[in-house]
């Protein structure tokens, strides 16, 4: 299965800044998504972003906070900004195998820290 | 909307005995049900997927429609399963939806 790359592997910002993850996938994947894992939560999904489109963001998130870029088939971005310490959270990457089995593989996520 | 429910938050059973998992949900169009695990300082990684009826690590799940569950089931634990399980539903329109996650320990 695909080996995801998730940098930074954690960060401490300051409240007002703007921070951007990066995932990096060792093949070619068509879908690619984006969560949240708050403190003592469980893993809300925040957008899927598809290669040569906009993402498509759930209820809740907007693009002009957590703006995303999908440049290839194995690269996205996903930036927090503006941050507050509400977006205190863990931020990973998933893509879909690719095997037509509907299973995800996840990075090592990214936790954020905002002060 | 989906909604993928897990009622226990904490779990704790001594090695050798038998664990079970509750995770409900509610779907309007066929569901395609996954457990997924976390283990200590590792990846979320699937478990198993309930299309494979297989057994993974002795842990079974059977998705009963009727009652809308897909319990995971162990007749043994071990030290090692001591984790984060996620019960998590994949629907149509291509989203994987995850319960809030059960914490298991199993104690010598």
């Known amino acids: 299965s695909a080996v995801i790359s998730q940098k930074p592997s954690r960060d401490i910002c300051q409240r007002g800044t703007s921070l951007t993850i990066q995932c990096q996938v060792d093949?070619?994947?068509?879908?690619m998504f984006w969560y949240r894992q708050q403190p003592g939560q469980s893993l809300t999904l925040i957008a899927t972003a598809n290669q040569g489109s906009e993402a498509t963001y759930e209820s809740g998130f907007v693009i002009d906070k957590f703006p995303i870029s999908r440049p290839n088939l194995t690269f996205s971005t996903l930036t927090v900004s503006n941050m507050s310490p509400e977006d205190s959270s863990i931020y990973l990457c998933?893509?879909?195998?690719?095997?037509?089995?509907?299973?995800?593989?996840f990075g090592a996520g990214s936790r954020l820290t905002v002060l | 909307a989906q909604r993928v429910t897990q009622p226990e938050k904490l779990l704790s059973v001594f090695k050798g005995a038998p664990v079970e998992l509750k995770c409900n949900y509610s779907?309007?169009?066929?569901?395609?049900l996954f457990w997924y695990v976390q283990y200590s300082r590792q990846r979320l990684q699937l478990l198993l997927r309930h299309i494979s009826r297989e057994s993974i690590k002795g842990f079974t799940a059977d998705l009963n429609k009727g009652e809308t569950s897909f319990h995971l089931k162990k007749p043994f634990a071990q030290e090692e399963d001591s984790a984060m399980y996620y019960c998590?539903?994949?629907?149509?329109?291509?989203?994987?939806?995850f319960g809030a996650g059960t914490t298991v320990t199993v104690r010598a």
């Open positions: 779907y309007s169009g066929s569901p395609e």
């Open positions: 998933s893509v879909d195998t690719g095997s037509g089995a509907n299973v995800l593989t």
């Open positions: 998590a539903l994949w629907s149509n329109d291509y989203k994987l939806s």
């Open positions: 093949s070619q994947v068509t879908m």
